[in-house]
């Protein structure tokens, strides 16, 4: 799939006025600084679709994105600001969890994680957050540019050796991205297709 068309549409904190629209919905989630707003833009062949952060507490929104007419891409706050909480809900804002909770649109959640990066409570505790209720999602490694290729596998797969270790049966479906080469963009973008055909 290309994106030809990528329309903002509305940013709240609150999952009634998201769109009406009953089109299929995927989130980008990720820690603040992540690349979240960088893989956005690369996504959609645009500079500043999603602002780029660098600034730590910035407003906290969910902002919706309408792609191509058929789909909505939200992006959704970055979170670990705060130190790391021994409980998901101190750390997530209630909104964050109600749109998990409440629109039926999600299709699936992108659960973004830098690649050079162990595994951190604040990531695992929220993809087992998603687990438990029964939300479908996908780990995004981003910034893959910045390893060289050997390392990046090695990473990856310890990242997915150490899921499957403690909570998980199965690896999650997983990506790796990288917003300065574009690696990941046409797989990334295949799937969402594949997904809303199905
Ligand atoms: P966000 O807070 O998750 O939205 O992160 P940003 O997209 O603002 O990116 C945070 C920083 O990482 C910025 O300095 C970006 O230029 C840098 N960055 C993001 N993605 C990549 C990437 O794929 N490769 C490299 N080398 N740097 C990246």
Same mark, same amino acid.
């Given at each position: 799939?290309?994106? *030809?068309?990528?329309? &903002?549409?509305?940013?709240?904190?609150?999952?009634?006025?998201? /769109?009406? !629209?009953?089109?299929?919905?995927?989130?980008?989630?990720? @820690?603040?600084?992540? +690349?979240?707003? %960088?893989?956005?833009?690369?996504?959609?062949?645009? *500079?500043? =679709?999603?602002?780029?952060?660098?600034? /730590?507490? *910035?407003?906290? =929104?969910?902002? $919706?994105? #309408?792609?191509?007419? !058929?789909?909505? =891409?939200?992006?959704? /706050?970055?979170?670990?600001?705060?130190?790391?909480?021994? %409980?998901?809900?101190?750390?997530?804002?209630? &909104?964050?969890?109600?749109? &998990?909770?409440? @629109?039926?649109? =999600?299709?699936?959640?992108?659960?973004?994680?830098?690649?050079? $990066?162990?595994?951190?409570?604040?990531?695992?505790?929220?993809?087992?957050?998603?687990?438990?209720?029964?939300?479908?999602?996908?780990?995004? &490694?981003? #910034?893959?540019?910045?390893? *060289?290729?050997?390392?990046?596998? @090695?990473?990856?797969?310890?990242?997915?050796?150490?899921?499957? %270790?403690?909570?998980?049966?199965?690896?999650?479906?997983?990506?790796?991205?990288?917003? %300065?080469? +574009?690696? +990941?963009?046409?797989?990334?973008?295949?799937?969402?297709?594949?997904?809303?055909?199905?």
């Amino acid at each position: 799939m290309d994106i *030809k068309k990528a329309e &903002f549409i509305i940013s709240n904190t609150d999952v009634s006025r998201c /769109p009406k !629209e009953q089109l299929p919905e995927y989130a980008f989630i990720g @820690r603040s600084n992540v +690349g979240k707003s %960088s893989l956005i833009n690369m996504l959609t062949n645009r *500079k500043s =679709l999603a602002k780029t952060s660098g600034k /730590p507490g *910035k407003t906290q =929104l969910i902002n $919706h994105f #309408k792609i191509n007419d !058929e789909w909505f =891409l939200v992006d959704l /706050p970055g979170y670990g600001y705060a130190k790391v909480s021994k %409980s998901t809900k101190k750390v997530f804002q209630k &909104f964050i969890t109600a749109y &998990f909770e409440k @629109r039926l649109q =999600l299709v699936s959640a992108f659960v973004l994680v830098d690649c050079r $990066h162990e595994p951190q409570p604040i990531d695992t505790e929220f993809m087992q957050w998603l687990g438990e209720n029964q939300i479908p999602f996908s780990i995004i &490694f981003t #910034k893959g540019d910045k390893l *060289k290729p050997g390392a990046l596998e @090695r990473n990856v797969q310890n990242y997915l050796d150490t899921l499957t %270790s403690e909570v998980w049966e199965e690896a999650p479906n997983y990506f790796i991205t990288s917003s %300065s080469s +574009g690696l +990941g963009k046409d797989e990334l973008l295949n799937y969402i297709e594949d997904v809303n055909e199905q």
